[in-house]
């Protein structure tokens, strides 16, 4: 932050801007979303609706006395990044601490990672496939520490500097290399799998100095693996299609100090923003047109306070060593066609959303990404492990989702896929890391949940639980069943060490059923009942639930029992509908 130095110095700024109040807060955080580094421990949350950007909600990192989300802040706020689970990570220049902002509002701080010893100035941060991420340090020891997806700290590569330390980190796509500025006119390299260091990647004669660099992921279509590198005056495009040379370059009129650089999640554009002028904008790599701002945050350097903007990061958006989403909308109305359905994962997963109290036209962004365990623990203690949800069954699943509108009452959701683990599973749809939104189970497996609001969907497998299921005492599976007549389910199920044969059988729990239909390809379509709770006869833990079946059409159903109290395991069987003889 040399340049901010000299800025500060050279007392140029007279005018500063007034931010108002905010105007429009919403309760969880959307794709798009963009996060700006304003000084004072401090990140603004701008939201696209209409044509522009609205200010929703400002955060503070806690690292002062008094303030928003808790507690205050203060020093410089420089880089930010999210992980493929929704959550927002930040540093603080002037503490060298690194915050993990909670998804759910009002997104207080739940962790802070300090740097290794001797580290300073946490300027950067960057996630690898796993989880992993990478701090860039501009002053003390200059290394970068790597920390687990916990946060728990690594290790620390001790890198070559230039002008300053290891400000600016980016990770190439298969995350064994490291690139970063250091504020002189050079993107480095360095190969984190030998821990030895690469000649330059790029260099620039005169310009300069570099600050932020970023790999465009494959969502960037022919820009794909073409890096972007604030450059103070301008912005460059590095291509590799003949070698390592300047594409395109890219100006703001009026602003000189061009720092703080992301990708958008639209794949053709990027945000830039100045350290003079407090101002960011959204440019097209393409055309290089200005297609938003500059727009002000008020964020403008003096003497007496460390108001700044330095960095600047979007949500929902997969840098290139992340797990890349697969996103799709759809187009959603009032009633009857307030119901859709996306396929992912070579249409083994599908996602069906539905808004309830639809009223108007909405159009629904969803975000598919498949992470390894290791990323995809939730916040909630004891559900550590995702679900094998992918058809390698190595991965879990993240949905993140994002609607135009609030003019609906709530929103369902049914999660289906084909590949289930070899072992025993009771799913869970986690909603932000932190709450179990889980009402239904299916055997193919298949989540259902409810929420109020769109936001992060993870794909989690419940604690332990304290007993099992002894099956259903009727009917048995694969049973056919006219459908004239009503249906009788019963199950037992028994403390875990006890046996079926002779109980005690539990009286504690909380069963509901659910029913859905299953399609010629498999997926499970879900059957809404009216209602779905299991009595328990005479307290002796012989529970029954009786099915109508008289306007059910004929074909194959699942049965799936879930506990809501988590004492038994899901479980499910077949029933075969056919009409009455």
Request: one cysteine or more.
């Amino acid at each position: 932050m040399n340049s901010l130095r000299a800025v500060i110095r050279a007392g140029s700024f007279a005018l500063f801007v007034l931010v108002l109040s905010i105007t429009a807060r919403a309760s969880e955080w959307q794709r798009g979303d963009v996060f700006v580094a304003i000084g004072n421990g401090q990140y603004q949350v701008w939201r696209q609706g209409g044509e522009g950007y609205t200010l929703i909600e400002t955060l503070t990192d806690g690292s002062g006395s008094s303030g928003k989300n808790g507690s205050g802040g203060n020093g410089y706020t420089t880089g930010c990044a999210f992980d493929s689970t929704g959550h927002l990570y930040t540093t603080n220049f002037t503490n060298a601490n690194v915050y993990k902002f909670n998804i759910p509002d009002p997104h207080t701080v739940s962790q802070t990672i300090a740097p290794s010893s001797g580290a300073l100035s946490s300027e950067s941060i960057v996630f690898d496939g796993q989880g992993n991420f990478f701090v860039g340090h501009a002053d003390g020891t200059h290394v970068v520490d790597k920390f687990a997806p916990t946060g728990a700290f690594i290790q620390s590569f001790t890198v070559v500097t230039q002008d300053r330390g290891s400000d600016w980190v980016e990770l190439s796509a298969d995350g064994n290399t490291l690139y970063y500025t250091s504020e002189g006119q050079s993107i480095k390299s360095f190969n984190l799998s030998t821990n030895t260091q690469n000649p330059d990647f790029f260099t620039e004669d005169g310009g300069g100095p570099f600050y932020t660099v970023r790999i465009l992921p494959p969502s960037f279509g022919t820009f794909a693996g073409d890096f972007l590198v604030a450059d103070t005056a301008d912005v460059k495009r590095i291509s590799l299609s003949d070698g390592a040379f300047v594409a395109q370059t890219y100006t703001i009129p009026g602003q000189s100090s061009l720092f703080a650089l992301s990708l958008d999640t639209n794949g053709t554009s990027f945000w830039v923003g100045d350290l003079g002028t407090g101002e960011f904008s959204r440019i097209n790599i393409s055309s290089g047109l200005i297609e938003v701002g500059p727009i002000a945050t008020g964020a403008i350097p003096n003497l007496t306070d460390t108001a700044t903007l330095g960095g600047i990061c979007v949500n929902g958006l997969a840098t290139a060593a992340q797990p890349q989403p697969v996103v799709q909308t759809i187009t959603l109305y009032p009633p009857p066609n307030n119901t859709g359905t996306v396929y992912n994962d070579n249409n083994s997963n599908s996602w069906q959303t539905t808004l309830n109290g639809l009223t108007t036209t909405a159009h629904v962004t969803i975000a598919f990404t498949e992470v390894p365990q290791s990323a995809g623990n939730s916040d909630i203690p004891g559900y550590g492990s995702c679900e094998l949800a992918s058809a390698d069954g190595t991965k879990c699943v993240v949905h993140q989702i994002s609607v135009d509108t609030t003019s609906f009452s709530s929103i369902d959701f049914y999660h289906h896929w084909k590949f289930k683990p070899p072992t025993p599973i009771n799913p869970r749809m986690i909603k932000n890391g932190s709450t179990d939104i889980t009402t239904a189970v299916y055997s193919d497996p298949g989540t259902k949940g409810t929420t109020n609001t769109p936001s992060t969907y993870l794909d989690n497998e419940a604690p332990k639980t304290t007993g099992s299921s002894c099956g259903f005492l009727f009917p048995p599976n694969n049973v056919t069943w006219e459908a004239e007549y009503p249906l009788t389910f019963a199950f037992t199920a028994v403390a875990n060490g006890k046996k079926c044969s002779r109980g005690p059988y539990l009286t504690n729990l909380r069963p509901v059923i659910s029913l859905g239909l299953i399609g010629k390809s498999g997926a499970v379509t879900p059957i809404t009942l009216p209602s779905t709770s299991f009595q328990d006869f005479l307290g002796l833990g012989i529970w029954y639930y009786v099915l109508p079946t008289r306007t059910l059409q004929p074909g194959t159903y699942v049965v799936s029992v879930f506990d809501q109290l988590n004492q038994i395991p899901a479980f499910s069987e077949q029933i075969h509908i056919v009409p009455e003889n």
